[in-house]
């Protein structure tokens, strides 16, 4: 039988550690004399004082400590699912080691463009609508003007802040007839006409989002970096790629000054 002191000093705790194991009845005393209170601990304690101490290391509360350590299976449930959230904390620690290697790859330039990957939702939104087969990419700046003036004939408002963005139905990059969709987020619906339907869109939970400064004809760059981007950190493509339109040739003189935001709704695994 070890004195409280002397057991202490052989397992390196605190005498006020041992009182409080005795208090939650985690870890009682072999023997209290009734007339000093002193308490008296065994050799045959050791054995579960080091497995309250090593499940207390790896991160354990001792509320659920005292929950599991009498069951037959306890522990070996709480280590597996312990195992569990540790992978779970190196794999997202390597995301973010990914993230900062390739950040740092940009700032030294050894990327085509700096691009700055984040992660947010997209809004629900009613949206003016309309999908057409364009022989070419100059034919949007014929398509989109006569879009705005059949939205204002039909009272369509459009909604603060703008969100306009086209989504292309192809599943892969063309030069000619292209099937497009180009959306306009508006306060209400409107009656559809022959060219300009109205639809509601549901929120996305998470979508891959980067700027893209300057001219369309670099897209390859912004679409070929978001999808390195997602695989390299362990998502999924779950639906169409957006673009969604910032800046453009109807508010700024220049290529240079036109901002795309690249929108692509992901999921994890």
């Known amino acids: 039988m070890y004195q409280i002191g002397i057991f202490s000093k052989m397992n390196r705790i605190t005498t006020k550690t041992l009182r409080l194991y005795d208090e939650m009845e985690l870890l009682k005393p072999a023997y209290v004399d009734k007339l000093t209170g002193y308490r008296y601990y065994s050799s045959e304690q050791l054995p579960r004082l080091n497995r309250i101490l090593t499940l207390k290391q790896m991160g354990m509360s001792l509320v659920d400590i005292k929950k599991i350590i009498d069951e037959e299976n306890g522990i070996d449930v709480f280590l597996r699912l312990k195992e569990k959230e540790l992978l779970k904390n190196i794999e997202e620690e390597q995301i973010k ?98 060219t300009v339907k109205f639809k509601k869109l549901e929120s996305v939970k998470e979508a891959l ?5 300057g001219s369309y004809k670099l897209f390859p760059n912004a679409y070929n970096f978001a999808f390195e981007w997602i695989k390299d950190n362990h998502y999924s493509v779950i639906d169409l790629p957006r673009e969604s339109y910032i800046d453009g040739i109807w508010n700024k003189d220049s290529e240079k000054e036109w901002l795309t935001e690249i929108q692509v709704p992901i999921s994890k695994g």
């Open 209 to 213: 989002c980067i700027l893209h400064k």
């Open 97 to 194: 080691l990914s993230s900062v290697r390739n950040y740092m790859k940009r700032l030294k330039g050894e990327l085509d463009m700096i691009y700055h990957p984040v992660i947010k939702s997209l809004p629900e939104c009613i949206v003016a609508s309309i999908r057409f087969i364009a022989p070419n990419y100059n034919y949007y700046f014929d398509i989109i003007p006569k879009m705005g003036k059949e939205m204002h004939r039909l009272g369509a408002v459009c909604a603060e802040p703008e969100y306009c963005f086209n989504i292309y139905h192809d599943g892969e990059y063309k030069e000619e007839n292209i099937d497009v969709e180009v959306c306009e987020a508006v306060v209400d619906y409107c009656q559809d006409s022959d």
